[in-house]
């Protein structure tokens, strides 16, 4: 365990960089949808804002992630520094408490006004792919690690599972925002446990149903036990229209424009299908009175 807490940034390197390797090559080799004509401007924009928050991140919190792990440890500061369980149990208990708190922070990204204006920078990219996944405004960053440090602190979880924690994190964002056919059958049997990249995708959707639905982070069963699932897109995966109505303009994947985005009008429009309803009903539980409330906006082309 001190060997890989020792080489942890290593690993933690080699687990994003292969993974954009890894699944990039699968987004050419197997797409489910063909490239956008702003695939370049994109990537740059998407990684530059990952880059910009990371900074930020480190510049006011001294201590994250592992080393926030290690300085509750030290202290004893949290309910797992407080008994004696064996390490496994204290692995899967970290696993899923703080996979609970992503799905539980996603949630008040959407719900909390406020929120939502630094949690739509990730949601107005006009296409999909595993850049969207690093897509996020920096002071979304600011509010994301301050949820998971006070996770770690309020658990007491050990180094070595958040360690764990974090490659997995990593890994799964690349991965369910990947642009890649997989077949249905395999598509079904993960998402008994684990997010797909189809089950995400549809999050991702500016239809108010869809929209607001399958939050979960690692584990798809947050989704099903707060009835937040939806299982296919009303109008198909080859018919998202990805992106937030009011910052579909183009220069929202330029960099710039993703900066300022918390700061610009927060009216809120989405798309609504006269059959919300009734996908909501065929398809599973959802907030009615979202769908009800919403104003309906025409379904037209991604500019």
């Known amino acids: 365990m001190e060997a890989f807490l020792k080489n942890g940034s290593q690993l933690y390197a080699f687990v994003y960089f292969g993974g954009i390797i890894v699944v990039a090559l699968l987004e050419a080799v197997m797409p489910r949808r ?60 970290t696993l899923v408490v703080i996979d609970f708190v992503y799905y539980i922070q996603h949630y008040l990204l959407h719900r909390i006004p406020v929120l939502w204006r630094l949690h739509r920078t990730h949601h107005s990219d ?34 070595v599972a958040v360690l764990a924690s974090q490659l997995l994190a990593v890994a799964v964002a690349l991965v369910e925002h990947a642009n890649v056919r997989i077949p249905f059958s395999l598509d079904r049997a993960l998402r008994v446990f684990v997010v797909t990249p189809d089950m995400h995708r549809i999050h991702h959707s500016q239809d108010v149903r869809e929209g607001e639905s399958n939050f979960s982070n690692t584990f798809s ?40 985005q918390p700061f610009l009008s927060a009216e809120r429009r989405q798309i609504a299908p006269p059959d919300a309803v009734v996908s909501v009903a065929h398809h599973g539980p959802r907030d009615l009175n979202v769908a009800a409330q919403s104003s309906t906006v025409p379904r037209s082309p991604r500019p």
């Open 126 to 159: 006009l296409e999909y792919d595993f850049t969207t996944g690093v897509r996020f405004h920096p002071f979304e960053s600011v509010y994301s690690t301050a949820a998971l440090m006070g996770a770690i602190l309020a658990l007491g979880a050990p180094p």
């Open 34 to 93: 063909a490239a956008g004509e702003l695939l370049g401007v994109r990537w740059f924009g998407n990684f530059s804002l990952t880059i910009i928050g990371a900074v930020l991140v480190r510049a006011l919190f001294p201590v994250v992630g592992v080393g926030w792990a290690v300085f509750c440890a030290e202290r004893r500061l949290g309910l797992l520094n407080q008994v004696s369980w064996p390490g496994w149990v204290e692995l899967g208990l």
């Open 221 to 260: 069963w947050w989704d099903r036990l707060f009835g937040t699932y939806v299982d296919q897109p009303a109008a198909g995966h080859d018919g998202i229209v990805f992106g937030v109505a009011e910052l579909s303009d183009r220069k929202h994947v330029t960099l710039p424009w993703m900066l300022v």
